[in-house]
């Protein structure tokens, strides 16, 4: 029934779609001969669309009921554009800086209408392996990150309406599972989409699948994913799903947003900087060209988590009570207020190491691979960097308790060889 | 629209509902000037009438739109019947020997019909205030606990099954709110309700309140009631919601059911036992008379952990790999699987102890108290037992993570003088 009216567009149902719409048709300007059209998804799930007009321009992102990059073998459901929708709406309000306004949606067609991040806007991962410094990314990605994570938890919003938060991104289960298979399950075992620089890494990619300290930490995070609503997450933080410039930091692509750990979304976003840092010697044309940059990442790394904590702690000083979590009379003290607090900040940090870890993992030896070491050439170079990044995250999956602040994860991260 | 066709019984109306009904009328047999009604509603917020007939007999119950207790000035969602019709069917399914089977259920009445669960069973608290042991308790409690929360978490189901589960269950969310408040946040403030044995434990209520570890603590606690969805639990499982003979063991009354922490459940059923050890003094006629009851108490507390662990882990042996949470393929090996058993019960371990403790606080410096302590006439011999109840309560809250089995925390409850 929710698919009856659904079908998918090309370049020439698109120009009909939007000339019946006026307030898209407007947003363009001119007439539709004078629009230009341009299909980018560059993803591996969706349709997306640019469209340029004489007086104003637009993405329009379709959904569509399959894996892209698989193909009709492998159904998905379009629902997903719903909760992708709802995040940006409600991430958009609560970070409107750093996420592309919404202008429309339709939930039938799975499709979105919003801002379209204009150039020099690029994909953050294309940039970090171009290595191009962007001095305000931590700073915006803890901005981002801070505010939409303290502002859909129990911090801020009573029980009431956090469940209501559950239950309808319950529904977005599909994605769920989905990340659930490729972070948390396939890289352990034998799996036929797994792939790995080979025979390079088999025997890493083997010791991984033999290793029950390994396993034992997936499964906590795993059980974090699956059952702990502690906040409504991007939920696919990585690098690819952030646009940016100079000047501008914009979080797209939130399509498996659900109510889950905090760490999630922090740990995605570590982690896939961890992984550049990892792909930088790759990248380099003779030695010690990517050192500086190398730096920066790092830097980046710290600065995050450190904005990140300073940032998400002034929002719950400036809202003691306000949510449910806390209530204002019991945490009533200077003392209990930054016990709590340091308890509530080592936890998020602790899942946020362990989550990067995974995400690193399942980039190297599971489905899907990033550009960041894939566009290495030289297989000898990559297999090196993949297997460095591998060293890191499996030493990090399994001894992160040991780690109290993300200097000591910087040193760590720096001693690998 | 929900409410419209509700109206509250009384015996007159009573009889003409269930004349209304064949099925029913059938169940007591005769005609209805044979039927015998009682109202025996011990609880603070149901109507529950026994109806016997020259056949058979039954108890109905229902919710009022109120606090029964308070009176309409508390107004309560009825909706509560659902979830408690919907919990008794689940677990019912999963345990059938423990749980009442439901003949009927009335939505828009907000009104179950179920087994008459008939004499000599009564209610496990009052037996335990007699001092009558019952040497079955811990192997049918266990059984109960094993099934239920095995069977209704990610270790047997799907994550899409569960999230439904999840979506379903947060609507129950008035009842969860009422725990949060009375478990979880008022006895850690200054609050009306509140109250104690004065002045003979203000001081004990007031360090409490100014008790910064404990604090955090119930913080911790009250993070995973609200945001961890392990499984179905029956969530009200105190002394009072089970029902017993000596070779019968009866859960009722799950109008708080959730999914929640595991350990909610093990916790209200040992933190009861708890009180109940801690209150025998109050009972004694002469020095010495319950001491041997004592023991058994706290031999039931420790069969019921080990039992509990046993089945549990029983189960999980015989449904390797039937839940989303711990794929075959992954934990493959007798070692990993050990492991990761043992991560995941001390797991639940911990969080019992945390759930038992905070029960127990509730009832002694909270609004609702149990008759196991408040029996008790002599007010010097009940402060005396509240106290040593809630020092052991505190100090399980807050050290609780030093003691990794059963027999360590036996020894401390013996210790408490
Ligand atoms: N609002 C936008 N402005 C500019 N480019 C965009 C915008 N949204 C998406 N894109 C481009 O389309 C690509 C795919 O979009 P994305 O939302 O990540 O789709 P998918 O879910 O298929 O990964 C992005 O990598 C980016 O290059
Ligand atoms: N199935 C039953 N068989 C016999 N007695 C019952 C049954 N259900 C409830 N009762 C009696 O009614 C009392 C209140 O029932 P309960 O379900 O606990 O209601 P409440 O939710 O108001 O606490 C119980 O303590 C018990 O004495
Ligand atoms: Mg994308
Ligand atoms: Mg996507
Ligand atoms: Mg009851
Ligand atoms: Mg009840
Ligand atoms: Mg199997």
């Known amino acids: 029934a929710l698919h009856s009216s659904f079908y998918q567009l090309d370049e020439a149902l698109l120009v009909d779609y939007v000339k019946a719409r006026p307030n898209l048709a407007q947003r363009l300007g001119g007439t539709h001969t004078e629009w230009k059209i341009k299909e980018v998804g560059d993803g591996n799930l969706n349709l997306v669309f640019i469209l340029l007009g004489p007086k104003g321009s637009f993405v329009l992102k379709q959904a569509l009921p399959y894996v892209r990059c698989v193909g009709e073998s492998w159904p998905m459901t379009i629902e997903r554009a719903y909760f992708e929708t ?4 409600e991430h958009g309000r609560l970070a409107p800086g750093h996420v592309p306004e919404v202008y429309h949606f339709d939930h039938p067609m799975a499709l979105t209408v919003m801002r ?82 080979s025979p390079h ?3 890493d990619a083997q010791s991984l699948r033999e290793d029950s300290r390994a396993k034992i930490e997936i ?138 870890a995974a995400k690193m993992i399942r980039r190297i030896v599971g489905i899907a691979h990033v550009e960041d070491l894939e566009s290495i050439e ?9 297997r460095r990044a591998l060293n890191f995250a499996k030493h990090l999956l399994k001894e992160r308790s040991q780690y109290s602040d993300i200097g000591q994860v910087i040193s760590a991260i720096q001693s690998i060889h």
């Open 378 to 386: 030289d297989v000898e170079k990559r297999a090196t960097c993949e």
């Open 219 to 356: 499964a906590g995070l795993k059980a974090k994913f699956c059952e702990r609503s502690q906040a409504l997450l991007h939920a696919d933080l990585h690098t690819g799903s952030i646009m940016v410039t100079q000047t501008s930091t914009q979080c797209i692509d939130p399509e498996f947003g659900f109510y889950g750990p905090m760490g999630f979304d922090v740990g995605a976003f570590l982690g896939n900087l961890a992984l550049s840092f990892f792909s930088q010697d790759g990248h380099a044309t003779f030695e010690g060209e990517r050192e500086g940059y190398k730096l920066w990442i790092l830097k980046t790394i710290g600065e995050t988590w450190q904005l990140f904590e300073r940032k998400f702690l002034a929002l719950w000083d400036q809202n003691w009570g306000s949510g449910d979590a806390y209530v204002e009379e019991v945490y009533n003290s200077k003392e209990v207020r930054d016990l709590a607090q340091i308890a509530y900040m080592s936890e998020i940090f602790q899942d946020s190491l362990g989550f990067a």
């Open 116 to 197: 379209y991040l204009e150039p020099p806007h690029i994909i953050l991962r294309k940039g970090l392996i171009r290595g191009t410094v962007y001095p305000l990314l931590a700073q915006h990605m803890s901005d981002y990150m801070a505010s939409t994570l303290f502002h859909t938890s129990l911090l801020a919003n009573s029980t009431l309406k956090h469940r209501e938060g559950v239950a309808q991104f319950s529904r977005n289960v599909e994605m769920c599972r989905l990340t659930e298979e490729v972070i948390f399950t396939n890289p352990y075992r034998v799996a036929a989409s797994n792939r790995w620089t």
């Open 201 to 203: 890494l088999d025997a």
């Open 86 to 89: 709802t995040v940006l709406r």
